[in-house]
């Protein structure tokens, strides 16, 4: 949530917070000027010291005097010392005098609904049985669960189907359900917590309109979901469309809405799955698409740019303040849509969930501990995922390497324990991820070890084409840039390897959350050059992780075995090759450093 997330702001804490501080400010203005008016008169009292040293030797004072002056000069230095202490607790610094003050630290305050979460168990093995829910569920709903393999449900997916369930009964009295905000590691099932209860509320809504919008970063994450709920949409009245730009503009406008003869427009779907940059295309081009409608509001991976949501109806996004006069819907006052956020990282940083007008949200994750407690020095604005551990499926190791036997040490790992039955590869650039994806065929190539590449730079058809063939086992090893890294569910991944160090530690929790998921073991294993590894644990640290042991090894004689050098100049004259062909296209390509 913005997202990454999940804070709020709360006026009337700002303007109690800003009063205590004119007091303080008050306080330490009043304390400075008592100092000055003391100093001055230890400057006066210094100079008639100094006359009486300087009066002529008649003057010159008796012992009796000398003693009285030097009690006088240590009760102006007691002073002194006090106007010292006096100094350090009113916080002001005179300039020229040398002393260290000590500032206190300053705790971060959050909002207690995300200080306090609802706190869920993160072992999947935890759930609770599928049969337990046929009070609450359709029966059609529970047999898909069943045929689906699910003996249980996720604790997440049993938490959040209760929990939307029951504002259900407040939104059919009138009143306005709670915004809901889940953040649970990658693979604890979060997509099945909102399809299931949308489902089941939207089910005898014969109306057809759009009651439910899912907004999801990619066009792959949005097609799982799509897949996910037709599967289970399948024996009930509601129809599901997806706009990602997959297909034409005017195939998905035919999807969408219907022009009747006498020239109004009719929506033809209840639920509209679609990328953010597409849905806004659809708001602004397709006449009769409407959204004044909507029941749900979900975003998916909400620690995502936001810069849609002002292209939705002012409703949705700026609801009007709530009264007593207007909080029912029997006071001819429209409800506006609940938003469900979800995402595996949060932020911190206020001003990424304020545009989302978030209605009295409630929290849920899979934190220990009280998250008020957080280390203070952590950055508002980078990701929090200190709030809950790594799936315990997963296993996560640091593997050093020269920079020149990178993708050596990859190919290593992908032989240890035939990983490369199913392997997960990330780099941080299309460029990387096409070069790397060349070499590891041609090694692997003498061992049958099938590899395929998934960047930005390929088309959708193409992506897709990909992506079904790592699904089904045709393609063993995938090379992707970060595309792949959010949200998408590939079952039984055995490893994940980021083969360049990730920029965000966000970027991280997304790639090792490939793997280890549903309850099913995985390893991550990250490929850091000597200079990297303290960058990278203290990323780990910063956010309550873990730091794995650091693994080396000999890879001369692998790369002695597998002609590793001659490979190398493979892969130059193929790149050389393409960028020839390139410019003859008139496409100038760059290309990274070799590794």
């Known amino acids: 949530m913005s997202s990454g997330l999940f804070v709020s702001k709360n006026f009337e804490d700002e303007v109690s917070a800003e009063q205590d501080h004119l007091a303080v400010l008050r306080q330490q203005i009043a304390a400075r000027a008592a100092e000055r008016e003391k100093q001055q008169k230890e400057a006066k009292n210094n100079e008639v010291n100094k006359k009486d040293l300087n009066a002529p030797a008649s003057e010159t004072p008796t012992d009796n005097n000398v003693k009285s002056i030097e009690e006088n000069e240590g009760k102006d230095e007691g002073k002194q010392g006090e106007g010292k202490k006096a100094k350090v607790l009113s916080n002001f610094t005179i300039l020229g005098k040398k002393q260290s003050i000590k500032q206190l630290k300053v705790k971060r305050v959050l909002q207690d609904w995300i200080a306090h979460p609802k706190v869920v168990n993160s072992e999947l093995s935890k759930g609770e049985s599928v049969d337990s829910f046929e009070p609450l569920l359709d029966s059609h709903l529970i047999t898909k669960l069943k045929n689906d393999g699910f003996d249980k449900l996720f604790p997440i997916q049993a938490t959040a189907l209760k929990w939307l369930l029951h504002t259900h009964q407040h939104y059919r009295q009138g009143m306005r359900p709670r915004d809901t905000c889940i953040s649970m590691p990658t693979g604890s099932g979060k997509t099945l917590s909102y399809v299931l209860p949308i489902i089941q509320i939207l089910k005898n809504k014969f ?11 990619t066009q792959e994450l949005a097609t799982q979901v799509y897949k996910v709920m037709t599967t289970y949409t399948k024996d009930t009245h509601l129809k599901v469309a997806v706009i990602t730009g997959a297909s034409s503009f005017d195939e998905e406008q035919e999807k969408l809405v219907k022009k009747e003869e006498n020239g109004e427009y009719i929506s033809k779907v209840d639920i509209v799955i679609a990328t953010s940059g597409r849905l806004i295309d659809h708001i602004k ?3 009769g698409f409407n959204l004044e409608a909507l029941r749900f509001l979900v975003i998916d991976e909400a620690d995502r740019t936001t810069d849609w949501l002002r292209y939705l109806p002012p409703l949705q996004v700026t609801p009007p303040q709530i009264t007593v006069n207007n909080s029912f819907v029997g006071f001819n006052c429209k409800l506006p849509a609940q938003k469900i956020l979800l995402s595996a990282t949060l932020s911190l940083n206020p001003e990424n969930l304020h545009d989302f007008c978030l209605h009295d949200p409630i929290l849920y994750t899979s934190a220990a501990g009280d998250l008020s407690e957080l280390d203070g020095d952590l950055n508002l604005d980078e990701d929090f995922t200190s709030c809950y551990g790594n799936p315990s499926e997963l296993t996560e190791r640091i593997f050093q390497s020269s920079q020149m036997q990178k993708p050596l040490a990859a190919y290593h790992l992908l032989l ?9 590869v990330f780099t941080n650039s299309c460029e990387s991820a096409h070069s790397l994806a060349l070499l590891l065929a041609f090694l692997g190539e003498e061992k049958k070890i099938t590899v395929g590449e998934l960047t930005a730079q390929l088309g959708s058809k193409q992506r897709e084409q990909t992506l079904n063939k790592f699904k089904d086992g045709s393609l063993q090893v995938l090379v992707s840039s970060d595309a792949l890294a959010r949200g998408l569910d ?3 991944i055995k490893l994940v390897i980021s083969y360049d160090l990730p920029k965000h530690i966000k970027g991280y929790i997304h790639r090792a959350g490939r793997t280890g998921r549903g309850g099913v073991p995985g390893t991550a294993v990250s490929i850091l050059l000597d200079n990297q590894i303290p960058h990278f644990s203290k990323m780990l640290r910063n ?6 042991e650091v693994e080396t090894e ?8 597998v002609g590793y050098k001659e490979h190398l100049e493979k892969l130059q004259e193929k790149l050389d090759l393409e960028d ?9 390509v760059k290309r990274p450093k070799r590794n």
């Open 207 to 217: 109306v057809r309109l759009v009651r439910c919008l899912i907004v999801l970063p």
């Open 285 to 287: 081009k397709t006449e």
């Open 416 to 424: 240890k324990k035939k990983a490369y039955k199913k392997a997960l």
């Open 543 to 548: 956010v309550g992780k873990t730091v794995p």
């Open 580 to 588: 020839e062909e390139k410019k003859l296209s008139g496409k100038a």
């Open 554 to 561: 000999s890879l001369d004689e692998l790369a002695e075995s």
């Open 490 to 492: 590939i079952p039984k």
